[in-house]
């Protein structure tokens, strides 16, 4: 049977109600959730079918808390319900918005010691009207402060096209940065200037670097099995075979709800993964009974992975199982990920399609899935090397020192 919580999805989507931007709460009749909703402050409409509040920031926080541990919030389409005439309106009043009074804050802040300057909100609140995801929120927030503190005092509208560029290069020669975060540096500071600002695209200051072809770090079968082996903690084995045995992401594990395992169908449904695309991937036949086991072990409530105060586990906690794990067994450097490629390569490895693969992973692209066709031994087990041609031919006797056979 398929796990469930029991806990009920609550929509939230932006309406056009009474003259005003609304946040609507939509979900299926709960008395509990109408006095959660009620409880807030929220009033009911009939023409839209919903509970709906202020269009604020801080109405966001107060929905987080409201409902904590009591229902799925989904903001994944919180625009989904404006007409395309509503939602230019939308953004029309917020650019009026900023400038009347976010703007005057941001300038003020440039007199500020470098220590307390913060990402301006309209940079924030950008990222989450065009649908970013909260980690990717967070990560271009973190690059963009980063430059924010270089420039200061100038604020960083006025900054000069040479002068970005020389920051760029600061991070590549002086601080030696890896391409990943070089890339997310120019995507955070582009997002500013061409959506928060709405200045044209400009690329000629901002280069990417050179993409690295590097092949994915993997380990074998028995290596993954010495690491579940090395610990009777359940919860513990039950991350590393989770990331094993599904290819899941270490955040897509982390926000796996308890309903999304299905049992019967052997399989998870993956929602709101990179890219905000909901997917499927396998589930072990033998991972029923164990998760049964976890699940009366531990109780989580909502979360499939879930602390001892019934919060969500971190991404920091699962890395820091699979490198402990790691460790036990002597193996450098094992990540989450590491995990990831290691189940894609074994079913390459096994003759399972490439598409299938690329079904399984979430990737959008075809060709990313096929750097695992240069780590798989599938089409290397059935070479004969030159090497051994030689040493087992007849007409040329040869030895190596050592070879016994």
Known sequence: ???NSGQIDVKIRRV??????????????????????KTLGATYSKTHHCWYLEDKNETIEKIKHAFKDKA????????????PSEEKHFKIAYKARISNYKMPQAVASAEKPVSTLRVPDEYKETLLIRRYSQSTVNTYSGMFLKFMRYVHPK??????????????????????????????AINAIKFYYEHVLGLEKKKYWLDRPRKEEKLPRIISEQDVARMIGSTTNVKHQMIIAMLYSTGMRRSELTNLRIQDIDID?????????????????????HMASAIHRYLDLYHPKYWFLENPKRTKYSDNSVGKVVKDMSKRVNLADVTPHVLRHS???????????????QALLGHKSLETTQI??????RNLAGIINPLDRIIDSNTTPTRLIGDDQ
């Open 343 to 357: 189940f894609a390569t074994h079913l390459m490895d096994n003759g399972t399609d490439v598409k299938i693969i």
């Open 1 to 3: 049977m398929e796990a």
């Open 16 to 37: 056009f109600h009474r003259d005003k931007f609304r946040l609507g709460l939509f979900f299926p009749f709960s008395n509990a959730l109408k006095q959660e909703a």
């Open 372 to 377: 695992y066709t240069h780590v798989t031994n």
């Open 155 to 184: 604020h960083p509208k006025d900054v000069s096209e040479e002068e970005i560029k020389k920051y760029m290069n600061n991070l590549v020669q002086a601080n030696q940065v890896s391409q990943s975060t070089h890339n997310q």
């Open 72 to 83: 799925w919030l989904d903001y994944r389409e919180i625009n989904g319900l404006l007409s």
């Open 265 to 285: 169908r052997a399989q998870i449904n993956i929602r709101g993964a990179k890219g905000k695309k909901d997917r499927v991937t396998i589930l072990s036949k």
